[in-house]
């Protein structure tokens, strides 16, 4: 039986596609109207056209699967938050429904740290408390993992939540990608002193830690935090991404709080202009990039037998040649 896989053309969705058809894995993809699908055909991946706020392609993508790698959902802390109600509660719930309906045997939903908050001043585990911020990715996110909760207690669901870090690595052009643009550009700027930590992960490492949540059997109910532990500050990110580069790090810096409340009026000027597009600078970003933010993997480690194989250099290494060649026009493996 096949494997459905969401958000299959997106950054995580993509890597997990490729360890599934390495494998040797028929694999589905759910695939919104209009999006490129022409990598997934050369892997001879099912394609099941739909989305998540269109119940009846729900329906079709979970008919005859035995596990669904939900990968798919709204991201960015910027657009209408009826778009992330959609996305990542409504449609996330009519999803569940249909997996069940189906027989679907385990269930993995992608998650985000972020439900923890975008700076946790300091470092957490799975148990630390939801903390919403204000931004629509923030709240739809809770609101979606407290959905998956319900319905595993109340309908015992199979399934699994996953929490990744800061995912990065080839194909990521929101957030790798524009560093290193601004990185070549030298437009970049340290945010803080530069010496927080980041929970940083290579998006294969994350891939792998989503297929053994979909496997071990006593993963069922829980949730894991999926980081890669080493401990990488945010001038170690930059100033690596500059050395493969070969250019300069970023040497200007903008205390954090100023930075904040910058983001903030660039926030309310945003909203008040009715902009589509967020603004350079936005609460989110600036957390996450100037936070301090380190998470503990043990729990994952144990019971997935997950350990982080890519490490801080080789990361950077592969995913500045992923991008040196994406900025040829070429597409990155």
Request: proline share 6%.
């Amino acid at each position: 039986m096949p494997v459905l896989v969401t958000g299959a053309t997106g950054l995580l969705g993509s890597h997990v596609v490729d360890l599934l058809v390495e494998r040797g894995e028929a694999v589905r993809a759910l695939v919104r109207p209009g999006e490129d699908v022409q990598r997934l055909l050369c892997s001879n991946v099912e394609i099941c056209r739909g989305d998540l706020g269109d119940a009846s392609s729900l329906k079709a993508a979970v008919s005859s699967v035995d596990r669904v790698l939900h990968c798919a959902a709204r991201t960015g802390p910027w657009g209408p938050a009826a778009d992330y109600q959609v996305a990542n509660v409504t449609g996330l719930r009519s999803l569940l429904d249909h997996a069940r309906a189906a027989g679907v045997q385990r269930f993995v939903h992608v998650s985000s740290v972020t439900v923890h908050g975008n700076d946790v001043r300091g470092t957490a585990d799975e148990t630390a408390p939801f903390r919403v911020e204000p931004n629509p990715y923030s709240r739809s996110k809770v609101q979606g993992e407290r959905i998956v909760r319900q319905m595993i207690e109340k309908e015992e669901l199979p399934v699994t939540v996953v929490r990744p870090g800061l995912i990065y690595g080839p194909r990521d052009r929101s957030s790798f990608g524009r560093f290193a643009t601004m990185i070549r550009r030298r437009t970049m700027v340290v945010i803080g002193t530069g010496h927080n930590h980041l929970p940083l992960v290579y998006v294969r490492d994350v891939a792998e830690g989503l297929l053994r949540a979909s496997e071990v059997a006593d993963a069922v109910g829980q949730t894991y935090l999926l980081v890669n532990d080493e401990p990488v500050t945010q001038h170690d990110y930059l100033a690596a991404i500059a050395s493969e580069l070969g250019v300069p790090p970023p040497a200007m810096h903008v205390p954090y709080h100023l930075a904040l409340g910058l983001g903030t009026v660039a926030e309310l000027l945003g909203h008040l202009q009715r902009r589509e597009h967020p603004p350079a600078l936005t609460r989110y970003g600036l957390q996450v990039l100037g936070g301090e933010n380190r998470f503990l993997v043990d729990r994952a480690r144990r019971e997935l037998g997950f350990s982080p194989r890519i490490d801080l250099a080789e990361g950077v290494r592969r995913s500045v040649a992923w991008y040196r060649a994406a900025c040829d026009g070429v597409e990155g493996a």
